[in-house]
Protein backbone atom coordinates (compact mmCIF):
# COMPACT_ATOMS: atom_id res chain seq x y z
CA UNK A 1 0.00 0.00 0.00
CA UNK A 2 1.01 3.73 -0.55
CA UNK A 3 1.88 5.45 2.49
CA UNK A 4 0.57 9.11 3.08
CA UNK A 5 1.87 11.77 0.23
CA UNK A 6 3.70 14.73 2.44
CA UNK A 7 5.99 16.91 1.70
CA UNK A 8 7.85 16.11 4.82
CA UNK A 9 7.31 12.44 4.91
CA UNK A 10 10.49 10.54 4.21
CA UNK A 11 8.72 7.31 3.45
CA UNK A 12 9.49 4.94 0.44
CA UNK A 13 6.82 2.38 -1.08
CA UNK A 14 8.21 -0.90 -1.27
CA UNK A 15 7.22 -1.18 -4.68
CA UNK A 16 9.71 1.20 -6.18
CA UNK A 17 12.69 0.36 -3.91
CA UNK A 18 16.01 -0.77 -5.69
CA UNK A 19 15.87 -4.63 -4.30
CA UNK A 20 11.55 -5.06 -5.53
CA UNK A 21 12.85 -3.51 -9.56
CA UNK A 22 15.32 -5.60 -9.14
CA UNK A 23 13.53 -8.84 -8.45
CA UNK A 24 10.75 -7.33 -10.85
CA UNK A 25 13.18 -7.23 -14.01
CA UNK A 26 14.34 -10.80 -13.13
CA UNK A 27 10.55 -12.46 -12.80
CA UNK A 28 10.67 -10.44 -16.16
CA UNK A 29 13.44 -11.81 -18.10
CA UNK A 30 12.77 -15.00 -17.02
CA UNK A 31 9.60 -15.45 -18.50
CA UNK A 32 10.63 -14.66 -21.79
CA UNK A 33 13.37 -16.68 -21.07
CA UNK A 34 10.64 -19.87 -20.86
CA UNK A 35 8.46 -18.82 -23.62
CA UNK A 36 9.25 -21.03 -26.33
CA UNK A 37 7.31 -19.49 -29.19
CA UNK A 38 5.42 -16.22 -30.34
CA UNK A 39 1.84 -17.20 -28.30
CA UNK A 40 3.86 -17.86 -25.43
CA UNK A 41 6.07 -14.90 -25.50
CA UNK A 42 2.73 -12.56 -26.18
CA UNK A 43 1.42 -14.05 -22.58
CA UNK A 44 4.71 -13.26 -21.15
CA UNK A 45 5.22 -9.22 -22.31
CA UNK A 46 1.15 -8.95 -21.55
CA UNK A 47 1.87 -10.22 -17.99
CA UNK A 48 5.32 -8.50 -17.10
CA UNK A 49 5.48 -5.27 -19.69
CA UNK A 50 1.37 -4.93 -20.16
CA UNK A 51 -1.15 -2.33 -18.55
CA UNK A 52 -1.52 -4.60 -15.28
CA UNK A 53 2.28 -5.88 -14.97
CA UNK A 54 4.30 -5.21 -12.29
CA UNK A 55 6.39 -1.98 -13.61
CA UNK A 56 2.99 -0.60 -14.33
CA UNK A 57 1.67 -0.66 -11.39
CA UNK A 58 5.12 0.38 -9.53
CA UNK A 59 4.99 2.93 -11.87
CA UNK A 60 1.83 4.66 -10.58
CA UNK A 61 2.83 4.29 -7.18
CA UNK A 62 5.30 7.14 -7.73
CA UNK A 63 2.49 9.68 -6.92
CA UNK A 64 2.40 8.51 -3.22
CA UNK A 65 6.30 9.99 -2.85
CA UNK A 66 7.18 12.84 -1.43
CA UNK A 67 7.70 15.52 -4.10
CA UNK A 68 11.76 15.45 -3.34
CA UNK A 69 11.83 11.32 -3.89
CA UNK A 70 9.97 11.14 -7.09
CA UNK A 71 13.16 11.63 -9.77
CA UNK A 72 14.79 8.86 -7.93
CA UNK A 73 11.87 7.07 -8.24
CA UNK A 74 11.47 7.59 -11.89
CA UNK A 75 15.01 7.34 -12.68
CA UNK A 76 14.70 3.22 -11.08
CA UNK A 77 11.60 2.95 -13.14
CA UNK A 78 12.78 3.94 -16.30
CA UNK A 79 15.60 1.75 -16.06
CA UNK A 80 13.89 -1.15 -14.75
CA UNK A 81 11.56 -0.66 -17.55
CA UNK A 82 14.37 -0.10 -20.30
CA UNK A 83 15.85 -3.57 -19.58
CA UNK A 84 12.48 -5.46 -19.53
CA UNK A 85 11.91 -4.11 -22.68
CA UNK A 86 15.46 -4.66 -23.97
CA UNK A 87 15.14 -8.80 -23.32
CA UNK A 88 11.73 -8.54 -24.45
CA UNK A 89 13.19 -7.45 -27.60
CA UNK A 90 15.81 -10.04 -27.98
CA UNK A 91 13.77 -13.09 -26.87
CA UNK A 92 11.43 -11.93 -29.53
CA UNK A 93 14.13 -11.76 -32.57
CA UNK A 94 15.31 -15.42 -31.37
CA UNK A 95 11.75 -16.84 -31.64
CA UNK A 96 10.96 -15.19 -34.72
CA UNK A 97 14.63 -16.84 -35.75
CA UNK A 98 13.65 -20.45 -34.44
CA UNK A 99 10.13 -20.17 -35.65
CA UNK A 100 11.53 -19.00 -39.42
CA UNK A 101 14.08 -21.73 -39.45
CA UNK A 102 11.59 -24.52 -38.46
CA UNK A 103 9.04 -23.63 -41.21
CA UNK A 104 11.99 -23.35 -43.41
CA UNK A 105 12.66 -27.49 -42.44
CA UNK A 106 9.23 -28.09 -42.31
CA UNK A 107 8.36 -26.68 -46.01
CA UNK A 108 11.11 -28.00 -47.19
CA UNK A 109 10.54 -29.65 -50.73
CA UNK A 110 13.36 -32.27 -52.32
CA UNK A 111 13.00 -30.88 -56.14
CA UNK A 112 15.23 -34.34 -57.15
CA UNK A 113 12.43 -36.45 -55.98
CA UNK A 114 10.25 -37.96 -58.90
CA UNK A 115 6.72 -36.38 -59.17
CA UNK A 116 3.19 -37.74 -60.60
CA UNK A 117 1.74 -34.44 -62.47
CA UNK A 118 -1.99 -34.69 -62.89
CA UNK A 119 -3.05 -33.66 -66.66
CA UNK A 120 -4.48 -30.01 -67.42
CA UNK A 121 -8.09 -29.98 -68.16
CA UNK A 122 -9.06 -27.50 -71.72
CA UNK A 123 -12.12 -26.79 -72.86
CA UNK A 124 -13.22 -28.68 -75.85
CA UNK A 125 -11.58 -28.59 -79.37
CA UNK A 126 -14.80 -27.62 -80.86
CA UNK A 127 -15.59 -24.74 -78.57
CA UNK A 128 -11.98 -23.15 -78.50
CA UNK A 129 -12.37 -23.15 -82.44
CA UNK A 130 -16.31 -21.41 -82.12
CA UNK A 131 -14.58 -19.23 -79.49
CA UNK A 132 -11.85 -18.37 -82.27
CA UNK A 133 -13.57 -17.61 -85.37
CA UNK A 134 -16.15 -15.52 -83.30
CA UNK A 135 -13.61 -13.49 -81.88
CA UNK A 136 -12.20 -12.77 -85.86
CA UNK A 137 -15.85 -11.17 -85.89
CA UNK A 138 -16.24 -9.58 -83.21
CA UNK A 139 -12.58 -8.06 -83.74
CA UNK A 140 -14.45 -6.29 -86.93
CA UNK A 141 -17.48 -5.11 -84.79
CA UNK A 142 -20.18 -7.83 -85.47
CA UNK A 143 -22.36 -9.30 -82.82
CA UNK A 144 -23.05 -13.26 -81.77
CA UNK A 145 -26.62 -14.18 -81.99
CA UNK A 146 -27.98 -17.30 -80.56
CA UNK A 147 -31.43 -18.75 -81.18
CA UNK A 148 -33.29 -22.06 -80.00
CA UNK A 149 -32.29 -25.59 -81.05
CA UNK A 150 -35.53 -26.76 -81.21
CA UNK A 151 -37.15 -24.22 -83.69
CA UNK A 152 -40.43 -23.31 -85.62
CA UNK A 153 -40.52 -24.81 -89.38
CA UNK A 154 -41.52 -21.48 -90.83
CA UNK A 155 -38.10 -19.81 -89.23
CA UNK A 156 -36.28 -22.97 -90.28
CA UNK A 157 -37.45 -23.39 -94.04
CA UNK A 158 -40.37 -21.08 -95.07
CA UNK A 159 -38.55 -17.84 -94.14
CA UNK A 160 -35.35 -18.92 -95.96
CA UNK A 161 -37.20 -19.20 -99.61
CA UNK A 162 -37.14 -23.39 -98.89
CA UNK A 163 -40.68 -24.54 -100.40
CA UNK A 164 -43.01 -27.39 -98.89
CA UNK A 165 -41.20 -29.78 -101.83
CA UNK A 166 -37.97 -29.49 -101.41
CA UNK A 167 -35.93 -32.16 -100.24
CA UNK A 168 -34.30 -31.02 -97.40
CA UNK A 169 -37.63 -30.95 -95.34
CA UNK A 170 -38.18 -34.43 -95.39
CA UNK A 171 -37.77 -36.79 -92.94
CA UNK A 172 -34.87 -38.13 -94.18
CA UNK A 173 -32.67 -35.21 -93.64
CA UNK A 174 -35.07 -33.17 -90.53
CA UNK A 175 -34.84 -34.23 -87.24
CA UNK A 176 -39.17 -33.13 -86.47
CA UNK A 177 -40.13 -32.75 -83.08
CA UNK A 178 -43.50 -34.76 -81.84
CA UNK A 179 -46.23 -34.20 -82.21
CA UNK A 180 -45.94 -34.20 -86.02
CA UNK A 181 -48.27 -31.09 -86.74
CA UNK A 182 -46.40 -29.13 -83.94
CA UNK A 183 -44.24 -27.52 -86.94
CA UNK A 184 -41.30 -27.38 -84.45
CA UNK A 185 -38.03 -29.17 -85.78
CA UNK A 186 -34.41 -29.57 -84.69
CA UNK A 187 -33.08 -26.76 -86.56
CA UNK A 188 -30.86 -28.15 -89.30
CA UNK A 189 -28.17 -24.84 -89.86
CA UNK A 190 -27.97 -21.58 -87.57
CA UNK A 191 -30.24 -19.69 -90.61
CA UNK A 192 -33.19 -19.14 -88.24
CA UNK A 193 -30.86 -17.18 -86.10
CA UNK A 194 -30.47 -14.35 -88.96
CA UNK A 195 -34.02 -14.44 -89.56
CA UNK A 196 -34.65 -13.98 -85.55
CA UNK A 197 -31.87 -11.33 -85.79
CA UNK A 198 -33.68 -9.37 -89.09
CA UNK A 199 -36.91 -9.72 -87.10
CA UNK A 200 -35.76 -8.41 -83.67
CA UNK A 201 -32.71 -6.13 -84.25
CA UNK A 202 -32.87 -2.59 -85.95
CA UNK A 203 -31.51 -1.96 -89.53
CA UNK A 204 -28.28 -2.74 -90.45
CA UNK A 205 -27.36 -6.14 -88.95
CA UNK A 206 -23.50 -7.66 -88.70
CA UNK A 207 -23.97 -10.75 -86.91
CA UNK A 208 -22.60 -13.93 -86.59
CA UNK A 209 -23.96 -17.30 -85.52
CA UNK A 210 -22.65 -20.14 -83.42
CA UNK A 211 -24.05 -23.29 -82.94
CA UNK A 212 -25.00 -26.95 -82.85
CA UNK A 213 -27.61 -28.03 -85.86
CA UNK A 214 -29.10 -31.60 -86.37
CA UNK A 215 -29.30 -34.05 -89.13
CA UNK A 216 -30.78 -37.39 -89.68
CA UNK A 217 -26.98 -38.57 -90.88
CA UNK A 218 -25.80 -41.71 -90.00
CA UNK A 219 -22.75 -41.88 -87.61
CA UNK A 220 -19.27 -42.13 -89.21
CA UNK A 221 -15.84 -40.51 -90.08
CA UNK A 222 -17.29 -38.19 -92.45
CA UNK A 223 -21.00 -37.40 -90.80
CA UNK A 224 -22.16 -37.16 -87.27
CA UNK A 225 -26.04 -36.49 -86.73
CA UNK A 226 -25.24 -33.48 -84.33
CA UNK A 227 -22.34 -30.80 -85.61
CA UNK A 228 -21.57 -27.55 -85.05
CA UNK A 229 -21.93 -24.45 -88.10
CA UNK A 230 -20.82 -20.51 -87.51
CA UNK A 231 -22.82 -18.88 -89.82
CA UNK A 232 -22.94 -14.96 -91.38
CA UNK A 233 -25.31 -12.04 -92.18
CA UNK A 234 -25.27 -8.89 -93.29
CA UNK A 235 -27.67 -6.45 -93.83
CA UNK A 236 -27.29 -3.08 -94.92
CA UNK A 237 -27.33 -0.20 -97.69
CA UNK A 238 -24.89 -1.25 -100.95
CA UNK A 239 -23.63 -4.41 -100.14
CA UNK A 240 -22.34 -6.79 -102.68
CA UNK A 241 -20.46 -10.15 -103.33
CA UNK A 242 -17.32 -7.89 -102.98
CA UNK A 243 -17.89 -7.38 -99.66
CA UNK A 244 -18.23 -10.96 -98.73
CA UNK A 245 -15.40 -12.06 -100.67
CA UNK A 246 -13.58 -9.54 -98.24
CA UNK A 247 -15.13 -10.85 -95.26
CA UNK A 248 -14.20 -14.86 -96.19
CA UNK A 249 -11.04 -14.09 -96.74
CA UNK A 250 -10.07 -12.12 -93.66
CA UNK A 251 -11.38 -15.61 -92.24
CA UNK A 252 -9.50 -17.33 -93.97
CA UNK A 253 -6.34 -16.02 -93.65
CA UNK A 254 -7.03 -15.93 -89.70
CA UNK A 255 -8.07 -19.45 -89.68
CA UNK A 256 -5.73 -20.93 -92.21
CA UNK A 257 -2.54 -17.82 -92.96
CA UNK A 258 -1.84 -17.09 -96.14
CA UNK A 259 -3.81 -19.46 -98.51
CA UNK A 260 -5.85 -19.00 -101.82
CA UNK A 261 -9.69 -18.83 -102.15
CA UNK A 262 -12.27 -18.86 -104.71
CA UNK A 263 -15.87 -18.67 -105.67
CA UNK A 264 -17.63 -21.07 -107.46
CA UNK A 265 -20.92 -21.09 -108.34
CA UNK A 266 -24.02 -23.16 -107.09
CA UNK A 267 -27.37 -22.32 -105.73
CA UNK A 268 -29.25 -22.36 -102.30
CA UNK A 269 -32.45 -21.38 -102.24
CA UNK A 270 -32.05 -18.28 -99.35
CA UNK A 271 -29.03 -16.60 -101.84
CA UNK A 272 -29.16 -14.99 -105.11
CA UNK A 273 -25.83 -15.37 -106.08
CA UNK A 274 -25.06 -18.63 -104.61
CA UNK A 275 -21.45 -19.96 -104.46
CA UNK A 276 -19.34 -22.27 -102.24
CA UNK A 277 -16.44 -20.93 -100.93
CA UNK A 278 -13.52 -22.92 -101.78
CA UNK A 279 -9.67 -23.41 -100.30
CA UNK A 280 -6.41 -24.17 -102.36
CA UNK A 281 -5.82 -28.19 -101.29
CA UNK A 282 -3.54 -28.29 -97.97
CA UNK A 283 -2.00 -30.85 -99.31
CA UNK A 284 -0.91 -30.97 -103.06
CA UNK A 285 -1.62 -27.14 -103.59
CA UNK A 286 -2.95 -27.81 -106.98
CA UNK A 287 -0.29 -30.07 -108.34
CA UNK A 288 -2.39 -33.30 -108.13
CA UNK A 289 -4.26 -31.80 -110.79
CA UNK A 290 -4.14 -33.49 -114.48
CA UNK A 291 -1.18 -35.28 -112.79
CA UNK A 292 -2.19 -38.99 -112.98
CA UNK A 293 1.14 -39.70 -111.18
CA UNK A 294 0.35 -37.98 -108.37
CA UNK A 295 -3.14 -38.33 -107.50
CA UNK A 296 -4.17 -36.06 -104.27
CA UNK A 297 -7.18 -37.95 -101.79
CA UNK A 298 -7.84 -34.76 -99.96
CA UNK A 299 -9.10 -32.88 -103.04
CA UNK A 300 -9.25 -35.75 -105.80
CA UNK A 301 -6.70 -34.13 -107.47
CA UNK A 302 -9.40 -31.29 -108.36
CA UNK A 303 -6.77 -29.22 -106.63
CA UNK A 304 -9.42 -27.23 -104.36
CA UNK A 305 -11.13 -27.99 -101.02
CA UNK A 306 -14.92 -26.84 -100.59
CA UNK A 307 -15.23 -25.23 -96.95
CA UNK A 308 -18.42 -23.73 -96.94
CA UNK A 309 -21.36 -22.15 -99.00
CA UNK A 310 -22.11 -18.13 -98.83
CA UNK A 311 -24.03 -15.64 -101.27
CA UNK A 312 -26.06 -12.55 -101.85
CA UNK A 313 -29.07 -12.64 -99.40
CA UNK A 314 -32.38 -13.13 -101.80
CA UNK A 315 -34.84 -10.66 -101.68
CA UNK A 316 -37.25 -12.75 -100.87
CA UNK A 317 -35.85 -13.69 -97.49
CA UNK A 318 -35.28 -9.88 -97.22
CA UNK A 319 -39.19 -9.61 -97.59
CA UNK A 320 -40.08 -12.45 -94.93
CA UNK A 321 -38.38 -10.61 -92.42
CA UNK A 322 -39.66 -7.21 -93.33
CA UNK A 323 -36.53 -5.56 -94.67
CA UNK A 324 -37.57 -3.55 -97.39
CA UNK A 325 -34.79 -5.46 -100.18
CA UNK A 326 -34.76 -2.28 -102.54
CA UNK A 327 -33.01 -0.12 -99.95
CA UNK A 328 -31.13 -3.18 -98.18
CA UNK A 329 -29.21 -6.00 -99.38
CA UNK A 330 -26.95 -8.12 -97.65
CA UNK A 331 -24.64 -11.11 -97.71
CA UNK A 332 -24.55 -14.66 -95.69
CA UNK A 333 -22.13 -17.27 -95.36
CA UNK A 334 -21.90 -20.97 -93.57
CA UNK A 335 -19.52 -23.25 -92.91
CA UNK A 336 -19.24 -25.92 -90.48
CA UNK A 337 -17.22 -25.84 -87.34
CA UNK A 338 -15.84 -29.89 -87.50
CA UNK A 339 -15.09 -28.92 -91.02
CA UNK A 340 -12.74 -26.33 -90.19
CA UNK A 341 -10.90 -28.45 -87.54
CA UNK A 342 -10.21 -31.19 -89.48
CA UNK A 343 -9.08 -28.13 -92.20
CA UNK A 344 -6.48 -27.14 -89.58
CA UNK A 345 -5.44 -29.68 -87.88
CA UNK A 346 -5.67 -32.63 -90.60
CA UNK A 347 -7.87 -34.71 -88.19
CA UNK A 348 -9.49 -37.53 -90.39
CA UNK A 349 -12.41 -38.61 -88.51
CA UNK A 350 -14.84 -36.38 -87.28
CA UNK A 351 -16.41 -39.26 -84.30
CA UNK A 352 -13.07 -38.55 -82.53
CA UNK A 353 -14.47 -34.89 -82.35
CA UNK A 354 -17.00 -36.19 -80.15
CA UNK A 355 -15.43 -39.48 -77.99
CA UNK A 356 -13.94 -37.44 -75.75
CA UNK A 357 -10.57 -39.32 -76.20
CA UNK A 358 -8.10 -37.23 -74.81
CA UNK A 359 -5.06 -38.25 -77.05
CA UNK A 360 -6.79 -36.67 -79.92
CA UNK A 361 -7.54 -33.35 -77.95
CA UNK A 362 -3.53 -33.24 -77.20
CA UNK A 363 -2.61 -33.41 -80.65
CA UNK A 364 -4.46 -30.75 -82.10
CA UNK A 365 -2.71 -27.11 -82.35
CA UNK A 366 -3.05 -23.68 -81.73
CA UNK A 367 -6.33 -22.53 -79.50
CA UNK A 368 -8.33 -26.06 -80.67
CA UNK A 369 -6.77 -27.45 -77.56
Sequence with gaps: MSGPNDNYDPKQVAALSEESLDATVAAALAAFAAASDSASLKEARLAHAGERSPIALANREIGALPPAARKDAGQRIGAARARINSGLAERQAEVEASELEQALVNETVDVTLPVALGPQGAIHPITGLIDLM?????????EIAEGP????????????????????RGESDTLFVAPGDSHVVMRTH???????????????VYVVCPGKVYRADE???????VFHQI?????????????????????????????????????????????????????????SVGNPDAPCK?????????????GVVNPRVLEAAGV??????????????????????NAADMRDMVEGDVRFSRMLKGEAR
Design 324 to 345: DSSVYSGFAFGMGIERTLMFRN
Design 190 to 204: TSPVQIRSLLDRPLP
Design 134 to 142: SDVFVAMGW
Design 298 to 310: TCRSEGWIEWGGC
Design 149 to 168: EAEAEWLNFDALNIGADHPA
Design 219 to 225: FDATHVP
Design 231 to 287: EGLVVDKGITMAHLKGTLDHLAKEMFGDIRTRFRPNYFPFTEPSAEYDLECFVCHGA
